[in-house]
């Protein structure tokens, strides 16, 4: 088993190149980005090394995918919110673009909420659109806002973990004036 960590975009040539050399049986690789997903999958398809995608269910064509169903997964976090009584609950997604978990889970997210006959406000939806990410000036507007949300749904465990440091920073007190999820 060889794993492979990417904080940055890899250059997919020469991760393909790399993964050929070992010759792997297969590869297993997570996905965020649609565009290195079909890009990737080409070249594999090229080295005739059998490929599946994880984190993203939409098989592309020569690969298979594995994953979550992100939509079902945030109308069940919203459902939960309104049963604790929830109506004003704001959205954090990841970047915008071609990032497919973080629109899924806004699609179910803002589909959850329309079930409910909840609004979701621009201004309650916010996205990581800029590396790094001041989560203080991301989330700043919508904690000082006059009716401000009282739970907060994270596009991913990370981003919730960054948006607790910041309500904490801010002094209100989790779960007792907010709720968060990730």
């Known amino acids: 088993v060889n794993v492979l960590n990417f904080n940055k975009k890899p250059e997919l040539p020469d991760v393909a190149a790399y993964c050929a050399s070992l010759k792997l049986d297969g590869v297993l690789m997570m996905v965020t980005h649609e565009s290195w997903a079909r890009q990737f999958e080409s070249m594999m398809k090229e080295k005739h090394i059998p490929l599946v995608f994880t984190h993203n269910r939409e098989v592309l064509g020569y690969a298979g995918a594995v994953g979550s169903d992100d939509r079902v997964g945030m109308k069940e976090i919203v459902d939960l919110l309104v049963r604790l009584g929830h109506t004003r609950i704001a959205f954090i997604g990841g970047g915008r ?79 007792q004036e907010l709720s968060i999820t990730g």
Do not use: W
Request: net charge negative.
């Open 97 to 175: 673009g071609d990032v497919r978990p973080s629109q899924l889970r806004e699609e179910g997210f803002r589909k959850a909420m329309a079930e409910y006959g909840l609004t979701v406000s621009d201004s309650f939806c916010k996205h990581e659109d800029v590396a790094p990410v001041d989560f203080g000036a991301l989330i700043g507007p919508i904690l000082n806002a006059p009716s401000r949300p009282q739970a907060i749904v994270c596009f991913s465990d990370p981003t919730a973990v960054q948006v607790l440091r910041v309500v904490h920073q801010m002094g209100i007190c989790v779960p």
